[in-house]
């Protein structure tokens, strides 16, 4: 591969067990879950990729029929340096098949149990009655990261990567074991909710928030690390995804923006890159080049503001032509040599 | 409130064979039809929502409308330049509009709203019963779903309001990012399954019924809870239940009344996409939905398209060309060893990236298109900057209108 040095660079988590993924909504927080997974399952390592939105979109993403509440061999990752490659596993995870799961596993409730759904306490559970919801689905990933004696035959995963649900949400969706604390006083749904937020408190765990270079989407960054950071939530790393292209230097930047590149010179070199300069695409690519400076600009001052969140923060290219399996490995490749896996 | 104009908003349906392509969405003429009342921005979350729902309005306002715009979480410095800061769950006019008509906006405060609801249906004393118990405090601060019943609930208010007193004559709504998508409109359903549901029947049962209707299976019931939550846990669920009882039956009609009021021809629903391939799939879900429950669909809306380079030059060639000036800058004999042969280059890939981000969008807007032919649209090119301020509003309104 490229630079065989970087690629052998230790990841910046070596002790985290649960990377969970979160991000403003249209920041992409789906495909850099997608691709931490991947970057994560090399040289034999176990990974699994959990959505809990309901939305389907690692099965769109990796271009498989829809996921059912099952852990499915989703595709092979990354291979690292030796060309060791793991495997990326998959779970679609909804709040009514995790309660049934949950109460079989914990509790032979019997007649109980049927007589819970036929009485609609399942679908008030888990539609209406306040924080269970989260906590369900929580849950479910507790229980992936912490495999017990309960859930026999089980996989035991090296990571857990989780598509979490939007920065807004995310302090409030990690900490429900609290919120559930304070309505459930006693009793083992206390217990357990207080083992979860153990595991999630804790260094095995990191909160990773994607974002682009734009003012809202940085803000709420910010926001949701100091509400992570209050709640005692570890914060992981800053994901800048979809960064424009870098083809001009600074100095034609500054020009381009001032309106002063050197007209008569492109003109020049693209009647030698063999173009036909007809009227107007001169005036076409420079207007192109003012508009991408004052972008760039704007990234730039909002790139400056991530650094100042103090933590370590990884950068991904926009992808003009979409992204296909083949993009989210290449993601995948740059967020290991930056170290993010 | 009866639709005057032709500026009629389709009823989507499956496209049959008489469907006819709709083209282009007319923004102004919705907004200057005085038979629009409400306007509905509904889509996915970050695609630009809460700015389009204001910029609507402000152009609505400055051609002469009276205008409120509902906000849900609006950016800080968008906030503060339309004076709206989380105080108030009222609106407040909005200063440095031009022309005669009038703006006004607000901020929905969620728990407010709720609080403001137990507060005008219970009496004083299970008010406060209510205000105090540790499930309505989850589920009006922090429960996934209640957003959205808030916000049909405040447009109500508004609606009425504004039928009282003449106070506006059209209503822009921004929703809640859901994550299923159309929550808002389940909300009346959702409740009413909520309040007739046989469990929530079963915990109101001990205070109400005679004790021979507890049967075995609610004995069952109660011990199972008891035993996974603790008998605090059943203990306040049902002291929270039995005082919600009444308190909701108000709210579930007022929710009925909002659901008509949107399904009624003075509403209007934009859908607002990104021209990415997930949140046009989420705008074809909002379209079916809407189709579904026969909602007004007045049009897409697809904001931040990259601007269109235009010219002649493909991607291929515009890469070709940078390839070889590259090479040739390498070359000590060249002509071109002078910076300028990067700039030049970098210049053909910016534009070839520019041309491929296009055609990508332009694809994924005509598969919607060929999906859905009945849905007018309006594309929205990306601004460089953030919009804070009233001109950013203004100009985001131009291109809305394709005035610009």
Same mark, same amino acid.
């Not at chain 1, 020009?255 to 010179?265: H, I, M, N, Q, V």
């Not at chain 2, 800058?329 to 910076?339: E, I």
């Given at each position: 591969?490229?630079?065989?040095?970087?690629?052998?660079?230790?990841?910046?988590?070596?002790?985290?067990?649960?990377?969970?993924?979160?991000?403003?909504?249209?920041?992409?927080?789906?495909?850099?879950?997608?691709?931490?997974?991947?970057?994560?399952?090399?040289?034999?390592?176990?990974?699994?990729?959990?959505?809990?939105?309901?939305?389907?979109?690692?099965?769109?993403?990796?271009?498989?029929?829809?996921?059912?509440?099952?852990?499915?061999?989703?595709?092979?990752?990354?291979?690292?340096?030796?060309?060791?490659?793991?495997?990326?596993?998959?779970?679609?995870?909804?709040?009514?098949?995790?309660?049934?799961?949950?109460?079989?596993?914990?509790?032979?409730?019997?007649?109980?149990?049927?007589?819970?759904?036929?009485?609609?306490?399942?679908?008030?559970?888990?539609?209406?009655?306040?924080?269970?919801?989260?906590?369900?689905?929580?849950?479910?990933?507790?229980?992936?990261?912490?495999?017990?004696?309960?859930?026999?035959?089980?996989?035991?995963?090296?990571?857990?990567?989780?598509?979490?649900?939007?920065?807004?949400?995310?302090?409030?969706?990690?900490?429900?074991?609290?919120?559930?604390?304070?309505?459930?006083?006693?009793?083992?749904?206390?217990?357990?909710?207080?083992?979860?937020?153990?595991?999630?408190?804790?260094?095995?765990?990191?909160?990773?928030?994607?974002?682009?270079?734009?003012?809202?989407?940085?803000?709420?960054?910010?926001?949701?690390?100091?509400?992570?950071?209050?709640?005692?939530?570890?914060?992981?790393?800053?994901?800048?995804?979809?960064?424009?292209?870098?083809?001009?230097?600074?100095?034609?930047?500054?020009?381009?923006?001032?309106?002063?590149?050197?007209?008569?010179?492109?003109?020049?070199?693209?009647?030698?890159?063999?173009?036909?300069?007809?009227?107007?695409?001169?005036?076409?690519?420079?207007?192109?080049?003012?508009?991408?400076?004052?972008?760039?600009?704007?990234?730039?001052?909002?790139?400056?503001?991530?650094?100042?969140?103090?933590?370590?923060?990884?950068?991904?290219?926009?992808?003009?032509?979409?992204?296909?399996?083949?993009?989210?490995?290449?993601?995948?490749?740059?967020?290991?040599?930056?170290?993010?896996? | 409130?009866?639709?005057?104009?032709?500026?009629?908003?389709?009823? *989507? /349906?499956?496209? +049959?064979? $008489?469907?006819?392509? !709709?083209?282009? &969405? #007319?923004?102004?003429?919705?907004? =200057?039809?005085?038979?629009?009342?409400?306007?509905?921005?509904?889509?996915?979350?970050?695609?630009?929502?809460?700015?389009?729902?204001?910029?609507?309005?402000?152009?609505?306002?400055?051609?002469?409308?009276?205008?409120?715009?509902?906000?849900?979480?609006?950016?800080?410095?968008?906030?503060?330049?339309?004076?709206?800061?989380?105080?108030?769950?009222?609106?407040?006019?909005? *200063? /440095?509009?031009? +022309?005669? $008509?009038?703006?006004? !906006?607000?901020? &929905? #405060?969620?728990?407010?709203?709720? =609080?403001?609801?137990?507060?005008?249906?219970?009496?004083?004393?299970?008010?406060?019963?209510?205000?105090?118990?540790?499930?309505?405090?989850?589920?009006?601060?922090?429960?996934?779903?209640?957003?959205?019943?808030?916000?049909?609930?405040?447009?109500?208010?508004?609606?009425?309001?504004?039928?009282?007193?003449?106070?506006?004559?059209?209503?822009?709504?921004?929703?809640?990012?859901?994550?299923?998508?159309?929550?808002?409109?389940?909300?009346?359903?959702? &409740?009413?399954?909520?309040?007739?549901?046989?469990?929530?029947?079963?915990?109101?049962?001990?205070?109400?019924?005679?004790?021979?209707?507890?049967?075995?299976?609610?004995?069952?019931?109660?011990?199972?809870?008891?035993?996974?939550?603790?008998?605090?846990?059943?203990?306040?669920?049902?002291?929270?239940?039995?005082?919600?009882?009444?308190?909701?039956?108000?709210?579930?009609?007022?929710?009925?009344?909002?659901?008509?009021?949107?399904?009624?021809?003075?509403?209007?629903?934009?859908?607002?996409?990104?021209?990415?391939?997930?949140?046009?799939?989420?705008?074809?879900?909002?379209?079916?939905?809407?189709?579904?429950?026969?909602?007004?669909?007045?049009?897409?809306?697809?904001?931040?398209?990259?601007?269109?380079?235009?010219?002649?030059?493909?991607?291929?060639?515009?890469?070709?060309?940078?390839?070889?000036?590259?090479?040739?800058?390498?070359?000590?004999?060249?002509?071109?060893?002078?910076?300028?042969?990067?700039?030049?280059?970098?210049?053909?890939?910016?534009?070839?990236?520019?041309?491929?981000?296009?055609?990508?969008?332009?694809?994924?807007?005509?598969?919607?298109?060929?999906?859905?032919?009945?849905?007018?649209?309006?594309?929205?090119?990306?601004?460089?900057?953030?919009?804070?301020?009233?001109?950013?509003?203004?100009?985001?309104?131009?291109?809305?209108?394709?005035?610009?």
């Amino acid at each position: 591969m490229v630079v065989t040095v970087r690629l052998r660079r230790v990841s910046d988590w070596p002790k985290v067990r649960l990377h969970v993924v979160t991000g403003k909504g249209g920041t992409g927080k789906s495909t850099v879950a997608s691709a931490l997974a991947l970057a994560l399952a090399s040289g034999g390592r176990n990974v699994l990729l959990c959505e809990v939105e309901g939305r389907q979109g690692i099965a769109r993403m990796f271009d498989v029929d829809p996921l059912p509440y099952q852990e499915r061999r989703l595709t092979t990752g990354l291979p690292d340096a030796a060309g060791g490659r793991g495997v990326v596993h998959a779970l679609h995870i909804d709040a009514e098949s995790a309660l049934l799961e949950y109460l079989s596993m914990y509790y032979r409730l019997g007649r109980a149990g049927k007589a819970l759904d036929r009485f609609g306490v399942i679908e008030f559970a888990t539609t209406i009655a306040p924080g269970v919801r989260d906590v369900l689905l929580t849950g479910k990933v507790y229980e992936a990261v912490q495999r017990n004696s309960r859930n026999k035959s089980a996989i035991e995963y090296d990571a857990v990567v989780l598509d979490a649900p939007p920065t807004g949400r995310i302090t409030q969706f990690l900490n429900v074991s609290n919120e559930l604390a304070g309505l459930a006083k006693v009793g083992p749904i206390k217990s357990q909710s207080d083992t979860m937020m153990t595991l999630f408190r804790s260094p095995r765990t990191a909160v990773h928030l994607v974002t682009v270079l734009e003012e809202m989407p940085v803000q709420e960054t910010a926001d949701g690390i100091a509400e992570l950071r209050s709640a005692g939530l570890p914060v992981g790393g800053v994901v800048v995804n979809q960064v424009r292209p870098r083809d001009l230097s600074s100095d034609d930047l500054a020009a381009a923006r001032a309106g002063t590149l050197d007209r008569a010179r492109v003109e020049a070199d693209l009647a030698e890159g063999g173009l036909a300069v007809g009227p107007g695409l001169v005036d076409g690519l420079l207007a192109e080049a003012a508009d991408h400076a004052e972008r760039r600009a704007l990234e730039d001052s909002q790139r400056e503001l991530v650094t100042g969140l103090g933590v370590p923060s990884y950068e991904l290219p926009r992808m003009a032509g979409g992204i296909d399996l083949g993009g989210l490995y290449e993601l995948a490749g740059l967020l290991r040599t930056q170290g993010m896996a | 409130m009866a639709r005057s104009s032709t500026h009629r908003p389709s009823r *989507v /349906g499956p496209a +049959g064979p $008489g469907a006819r392509p !709709a083209g282009a &969405l #007319d923004v102004d003429a919705l907004l =200057d039809d005085p038979g629009t009342g409400i306007i509905v921005c509904c889509g996915s979350g970050g695609v630009g929502k809460t700015t389009t729902s204001a910029a609507l309005a402000l152009r609505a306002a400055e051609r002469g409308r009276k205008v409120v715009v509902l906000t849900i979480d609006p950016a800080r410095r968008l906030a503060q330049s339309m004076g709206i800061e989380a105080l108030g769950n009222t609106p407040s006019p909005v *200063v /440095g509009v031009q +022309g005669s $008509g009038s703006l006004e !906006a607000m901020m &929905l #405060d969620m728990k407010r709203t709720f =609080d403001e609801v137990v507060l005008a249906q219970a009496s004083p004393e299970k008010a406060q019963q209510i205000l105090a118990n540790p499930f309505y405090i989850a589920l009006s601060s922090s429960f996934a779903g209640t957003q959205e019943y808030m916000a049909m609930e405040k447009l109500g208010q508004i609606h009425r309001d504004a039928q009282a007193a003449g106070t506006y004559d059209l209503i822009v709504v921004d929703t809640p990012p859901s994550r299923s998508a159309l929550d808002f409109l389940d909300a009346p359903e959702r &409740l009413s399954s909520f309040l007739d549901g046989r469990f929530v029947r079963l915990l109101l049962m001990p205070a109400k019924g005679p004790a021979k209707l507890m049967t075995a299976g609610i004995g069952l019931i109660t011990n199972a809870l008891t035993k996974i939550l603790g008998a605090q846990f059943l203990k306040d669920l049902q002291t929270f239940v039995t005082a919600l009882d009444t308190v909701f039956g108000g709210f579930r009609q007022r929710a009925q009344e909002t659901y008509s009021l949107l399904k009624a021809d003075g509403t209007a629903f934009l859908v607002v996409a990104a021209p990415e391939a997930d949140a046009l799939r989420e705008a074809e879900y909002f379209v079916e939905r809407l189709s579904e429950d026969e909602m007004p669909l007045a049009g897409l809306v697809v904001n931040r398209a990259s601007p269109d380079p235009g010219g002649e030059l493909s991607a291929d060639e515009a890469m070709a060309a940078s390839e070889r000036l590259r090479r040739a800058g390498g070359s000590p004999t060249s002509s071109s060893t002078s910076p300028t042969s990067s700039l030049t280059a970098g210049l053909l890939r910016l534009h070839a990236d520019r041309v491929r981000m296009v055609e990508r969008e332009r694809t994924l807007r005509e598969r919607f298109a060929t999906a859905h032919p009945q849905v007018a649209t309006v594309v929205v090119p990306a601004l460089a900057g953030d919009v804070h301020d009233l001109a950013g509003l203004r100009r985001v309104g131009d291109l809305l209108a394709c005035s610009d």
